[in-house]
């Protein structure tokens, strides 16, 4: 079993950063891609971003090309993600997810963690 833990997440105004970190504990799987995906009040949780187990592969959301940045850390089994230029319609809960499927859309395969809130305010 995985356990993961999102964290990072708070109220900024427009125009502002945060990075948002997704740690794992337990026994992590291995060779899987990594991403992260949002859930605003009312809608379904949409792909955000994705990264396959190198990192030498990205994918974002159109929403957010060119703002937001997935990055992650095998060693510290741990997958970040730093969001600029932040829109009131990035509000939302935001779980990252470390057994994905590549494609169009990502899939999860894996378990969410409780997510980490992010607000941004106009």
């Known amino acids: 079993q995985v356990q993961l833990v999102e964290s990072g997440g708070g109220l900024v105004q427009a125009g502002g950063s945060l990075r948002l970190s997704c740690a794992a504990s337990?026994?992590?799987?291995?060779?899987?891609?990594g991403g992260w995906f949002r859930q605003a009040p009312g809608k379904e949780r949409e792909f955000v971003a994705g990264?396959?187990?190198?990192?030498?592969?990205?994918d974002y959301a159109d929403s957010v090309k060119g703002r937001f940045t997935i990055s992650r850390d095998n060693a510290k089994n741990t997958v970040n993600l730093e969001m600029n230029s932040l829109k009131p319609e990035d509000t939302a809960v935001y779980y990252c997810?470390?057994?994905?499927?590549?494609?169009?859309?990502?899939?999860?395969?894996?378990?969410w963690g409780q997510g980490t809130q992010v607000t941004v305010s106009s």
């Open positions: 997810n470390l057994d994905l499927l590549m494609g169009s859309p990502w899939s999860a395969m894996g378990s």
């Open positions: 990264i396959n187990w190198s990192g030498g592969r990205t």
């Open positions: 337990g026994r992590p799987f291995s060779s899987r891609a």
